[in-house]
């Protein structure tokens, strides 16, 4: 994030700004996901895996409406609700894994979905707001390393607020 901020002259300092305090929160959510039950913990990573894999497939055979064009030109309506819906599905077949009622279940399993597209999308953004393609050229064409991350990082935080803030 430095690193861009810096490249781009300083500019847009006040988003700069804002974009740090959230991803600090987050990254304390997330800190906070890595002590939770290991059990929870996979379930999670899982779930938010097969959305990100179906998301991609889904979107590729029915992905005609784009949702964010300008932001993310490959996120189409198709992917998300594909994506979504197969990632939800699949999470009752892993239940067993963390067992709670069922409202607490489906909300969780929702929120990993919509959390980790909204991380996707915000970093995303982020880089569209400083003009590159990848955070580093550690990983070339692919956003960079961070990049690998940003779903799992926000989904991770829902998760510990979950746990932690509304004591799930």
Avoid: C
Avoid at 3 to 27: C, D, K, P, Q
């Amino acid at each position: 994030m430095f690193r861009l901020f810096r490249n781009s002259g300083y500019r847009n300092t006040v988003f700069f700004l804002l974009s740090f305090v959230v991803y600090g929160i987050l990254s304390t959510g997330f800190l906070l996901f890595g002590t939770l039950q290991k059990e929870l913990i996979l379930f999670s990573f899982i779930v938010l895996s097969i959305f990100d894999s179906f998301s991609q497939i889904s979107g590729q055979l029915f992905g005609h409406r784009k949702l964010f064009p300008k932001t993310s030109p490959n996120k189409t309506l198709g992917g998300l609700v594909g994506g979504g819906l197969i990632a939800i599905s699949s999470s009752f077949l892993l239940n067993s894994l963390y067992s709670v009622p069922a409202a607490k279940f489906i909300l969780l399993t929702v929120g990993v979905v919509l959390f980790a597209f909204a991380g996707d999308l915000a970093a995303s953004f982020y880089k569209r707001k400083f003009g590159v393609k990848d955070y580093s050229k550690l990983i070339p064409g692919h956003g960079g390393f961070l990049d690998r991350f940003d779903s799992l990082i926000t989904a991770g935080a829902w998760v510990a607020f979950n746990i932690y803030v509304l004591n799930f």
